[in-house]
T-cell receptor, first 113, second 113 residues
Framework: NAGVMQNPRHLVRRRGQEARLRCSPM?????VYWYRQLPEEGLKFMVY????????ESGMPKERFSAEFPKEGPSILRIQQVVRGDSAAYFC???????????FGDGTRLSIL | ELKVEQNPLFLSMQEGKNYTIYCNYS?????LYWYRQDPGKSLESLFV?????AVKQEGRLMASLDTKARLSTLHITAAVHDLSATYFC?????????????FGTGTRLQVTL
């Protein structure tokens, strides 16, 4: 009974490179959420997706960040031309429907050199 | 903009003592969640509170919700060292199909012998 799977667990990038974070939701879940956690802070909502659709991206920075959840395969959070301020833990959560309990993955810890 | 505030931010308590963590939020919501996070780990679901007056208990933890006061409490009874972690409350203010959580700042609990 696999939970929400995120990979990689740790990702190191140099400034200017691209980072791709992957999230496979729990079986039967079609709703995916991405959150960012800076050190010593709570999680901040970034984007909410259903299969092939972005429902709410109000928490996404306007530039360099994008997310997708294709019909087949995992959800991807993509950060282009990373900067030091992008260093954070990025968590993915999934739920079977809107408003139901969100189950979190183990996160991807992104470090920018 | 929805604001979720927790207090205290840091709590050091002795084993065997009781204490309460408070979570205030600024807008109407009927869905409030409590999560636990160990250092470097993901979020573990503790409770979901779905209506005014809801009370849930699991072991030494008990959570309650007062939607009129926009207040939830997490009460710890006879604390043990294993409860040391950071506790987050999160509010889902959505009434339609959109669903995103706004997290509090977290309460870092340290239980000492």
């Amino acid at each position: 009974n696999a939970g929400v799977m995120q990979n990689p667990r740790h990702l190191v990038r140099r400034r200017g490179q691209e980072a791709r974070l992957r999230c496979s939701p729990m079986k039967g879940h079609s709703h995916v959420y991405w959150y960012r956690q800076l050190p010593e802070e709570g999680l901040k909502f970034m984007v909410y997706l259903q299969k092939e659709n972005i429902i709410d991206e109000s928490g996404m920075p306007k530039e360099r960040f994008s997310a997708e959840f294709p019909k087949e395969g995992p959800s991807i959070l993509r950060i282009q031309q990373v900067v030091r301020g992008d260093s954070a833990a990025y968590f993915c959560a999934s739920s079977p429907q809107s408003g139901s309990f969100q189950h979190f993955g183990d996160g991807t810890r992104l470090s920018i050199l | 903009e929805l604001k979720v505030e927790q207090n205290p931010l840091f709590l050091s308590m002795q084993e065997g003592k009781n204490y309460t963590i408070y979570c205030n939020y600024s807008t109407t919501s009927d869905r409030l969640y409590w999560y636990r996070q160990d250092p470097g780990k993901s979020l573990e679901s503790l409770f979901v509170l779905l209506s005014n007056g809801a009370v849930k208990q699991e072991g030494r933890l008990m959570a309650s919700l007062d939607t009129k006061a926009r207040l939830s409490t997490l009460h710890i009874t006879a604390a043990v060292h294993d409860l040391s972690a950071t506790y987050f409350c999160a509010v889902d203010p959505s009434t339609g199909t959109a669903s995103k959580l706004t997290f509090g700042t977290g309460t870092r609990l340290q239980v000492t012998l």
